[in-house]
């Protein structure tokens, strides 16, 4: 289709390219691209069971038997054993996929490090002091608030840089594990922060927890895409990480051995919370310490596994308590020999004793079990998932239903939450054609922006990750951050810093063409400040040679020396991963601050147009005071309603579980973990089988209904 996006006024206008035919836009502009006019602004998204997760090239030589490995990343993802003192993945990820806990989840001033109140909490808009081991209330959301909620302009009547995280871990410093305690040796640390009277409290973290659900089709992991998508079997920074690699035995001798498989940001993601100091690990532990604590006992074995688990029920012991056999033994059922079998020392605990080939392997072990076990967990039995009439609309939607699906189109809420997973933030071979075989992780557009006012600025972003102006850059960077070693996490900075240093390679192993942009540099840089495009090689820009065309080094750094890096531009200040919308009803608190309770006040905010932040980067084409009745705003919360799937409602398989005690809180006294640490308060999710939760349990609520008046 030969069509061009022009941002006018806010809204998204559909032009014709003059004189030049552009080749499938991606990311977010595909389906603006393909829009009819029957459609208005947009086609509906199809159903989620249209699409395919996609493959891992080479994962056979590792998995030799996946019904195996998903018995054992369902295990250690429900196992509390795999923290340090209690926590489990499943921890923050036990109600829909997310975190439902309304007690101890505050945490101040989120990554707002330079200001004294990142270490500080403040009054609430209940009037409530807040502060370490708080049981939030209705009164006290949303975290930002207007006198005139419809309108940003108005005056700011309440902000804070405070955050509503997930309760983990008490303040530790790791020393050694035991192959019989359920916690590991640690020393408590004074907590300045976290704590009631003389007793520490547990750690909050600085950001809300999303949904595990339906993640498996993601590009990235995390608010901030730091989770790669190629898994190099030890830590989560795919090829960034120069350490990173697998134990093997060549010539007689254990060395680590690096490796690298594409589309397995959730594999990179499940090794980030075991091992970090606030969310479930004593600071200092490794993942070998991890396999030598669990390998020799057997999974889950404090907690009840129901005889009728979907996938644990066949191997639940007959005590009632955990599964048959032991870890070590699901690993050897699920994984290839040469991973597992070798004998020979492979790197040393502090304390000196050498690990097994197994141990030093448990990350890669760890990492697909668990990402193999997340790939079963598709919400793709929706209302929304149903039968379709020909313009897309599903037939069972009522009035109300269809109209708030008119509405989401309308507003553009599909141009960031496109496809069937609702996120552009999925791997592009979710949502593109099919027979494209290269997909752009980053773009240029044309977009109207505060930073300018007027006309359209050529902006520069990262696929599947927005500025939506919930809180100011300050206060929490996203994706405009750096990996361990100083590099971008953003693809964005990546490419201008290769653009304005040809020797400064982007250290991610993405190829970006600039012909595949939905503005290439050939639109509006002259001849002489552009060359060829190196990574444009033989049929990559087959017929639009032309486009493939970049700036020259000189040109690059004149546009960054400019404000807002002149035509350089790049919109990734505060920008965060966006979020598929599946289940959306069960899954708040909202936004990677946590900072609303509802999804009323979701279309709130969006309605006003986000937070005024001053954001130079916000997107006023996408996010944008959008004039909605009270009905309308009705209506659009009736249509996310229908992204609902009731087994996932009722806790039916494949989204069944064993039981587990979740710190929920804690009281003013010692706790058998320490005399400096406070005694916790848990919530007790029994086991559930396949048939999902009963009458007598009731199903499971959505936030705002769990918080106290």
Request: charged letters at 20%.
């Amino acid at each position: 289709m030969n069509m061009k996006k022009k941002a006018v006024g806010g809204r998204v206008n559909l032009l014709p390219a003059p004189g030049i035919t552009v080749r499938l836009m991606l990311g977010m502009t595909l389906l603006v691209l393909v829009a009819e006019t029957a459609w208005a602004h947009g086609r509906p998204p199809d159903p989620l069971w249209m699409a395919k997760i996609p493959k891992v090239p080479g994962l056979g030589n590792y998995v030799t038997n996946k019904a195996a490995a998903i018995q054992l990343g369902k295990a250690l993802f429900w196992d509390t054993s795999a923290g340090s003192d209690g926590g489990a993945c499943a921890t923050c990820h036990f109600h829909a996929g997310a975190d439902a806990r309304t007690k101890n989840q505050l945490a101040p001033g989120g990554a707002h490090d330079v200001e004294p109140t990142a270490t500080t909490f403040q009054p609430l808009p209940s009037g409530a002091a807040g502060g370490p081991n708080y049981q939030l209330t209705q009164a006290d959301f949303p975290l930002w608030q207007f006198e005139n909620p419809n309108d940003r302009q108005s005056r700011l009547i309440y902000h804070t840089d405070d955050v509503i995280g997930s309760s983990g871990i008490f303040k530790q410093v790791f020393l050694s594990v035991s192959q019989t305690n359920a916690e590991d040796t640690c020393q408590s640390e004074p907590d300045n922060i976290f704590h009631i009277g003389p007793y520490n409290t547990r750690q909050v973290t600085a950001r809300n927890a999303p949904s595990v659900i339906n993640s498996t089709f993601n590009y990235r992991q995390f608010w901030d895409g730091r989770a790669n998508n190629i898994f190099n079997g030890s830590s989560n920074w795919g090829l960034r990480d120069p350490d990173a690699g697998v134990w093997i035995v060549k010539n007689g001798k254990p060395i680590k051995k690096k490796i690298q498989l594409k589309n397995s940001a959730s594999a990179s993601q499940a090794l980030g919370p075991p091992l970090d100091s606030t969310e479930m690990s004593c600071n200092g532990r490794r993942f070998p310490d991890i396999g030598h604590k669990l390998l020799q006992r057997p999974p889950l074995q404090n907690q009840t596994v129901d005889s009728e688990d979907s996938v644990l029920g066949k191997l639940a012991s007959d005590s009632g308590k955990g599964l048959k056999g032991t870890y070590a033994e699901l690993v050897k059922k699920a994984f290839a020999k040469r991973w597992w079998n070798a004998k020979g020392e492979f790197g040393q605990s502090l304390d000196g004793v050498p690990y097994s080939q197994m141990e030093a392997n448990f990350s890669l072990f760890f990492g697909l079990a668990i990402q193999l076990y997340e790939d079963t967990l598709i919400s793709d039995q929706t209302l929304f998932d149903t039968r379709r009439d020909k313009d897309n609309y599903p037939i069972a939607f009522n009035e109300q239903q269809r109209h708030g699906l008119q509405l989401f189109l309308d507003d553009h809420c599909f141009l960031c939450h496109l496809g069937p997973t609702l996120s552009s933030a999925a791997n592009p071979e979710v949502y593109t054609s099919k027979s494209s075989k290269f997909h752009n992780v980053m773009d240029r557009g044309g977009f109207n922006e505060e930073n300018s006012g007027f006309d359209v600025a050529k902006t520069m972003l990262d696929i599947g990750f927005a500025i939506t102006s919930v809180t100011p850059p300050a206060y929490d960077p996203g994706i405009d951050y750096h990996d361990p070693w100083g590099n971008p996490l953003s693809f964005t900075q990546q490419y201008i810093d290769w653009l304005a240093n040809p020797d400064h390679p982007m250290v991610d192993p993405v190829k970006v063409l600039a012909c595949d942009f939905q503005y290439p540099f050939a639109f509006d840089f002259p001849p002489n400040e552009l060359m060829a495009d190196p990574n444009a090689r033989g049929n990559d820009c087959r017929g639009y040679k032309e486009l493939a065309k970049i700036v020259t080094p000189a040109t690059a750094n004149r546009e960054l020396a400019l404000p807002y890096g002149g035509k350089l531009a790049a919109s990734i200040a505060a920008a965060f991963k966006i979020p598929p919308l599946r289940n959306v009803e069960l899954t708040g608190p909202f936004f990677h601050n946590g900072s609303v309770k509802s999804l009323e006040e979701v279309v709130e905010f969006y309605n006003r147009g986000g937070n005024n932040v001053g954001n130079p980067g916000h997107f006023e084409t996408f996010v944008f005071p959008l004039g909605l009745t009270k009905q309308d705003k009705a209506d659009l919360v009736a249509f996310l309603k229908t992204l609902t799937d009731e087994r996932v409602r009722w806790e039916r398989a494949p989204f069944d579980h064993p039981s587990i005690q979740i710190p929920r809180g804690a009281r003013a006294e010692p706790s058998p973990l320490g005399p400096n640490l406070a005694a916790d308060e848990y919530l007790e999710l029994p086991a559930v089988g396949k048939n999902g939760r009963n009458v007598v349990q009731g199903s499971l609520l959505p936030y705002d209904k769990l918080l106290p008046d």
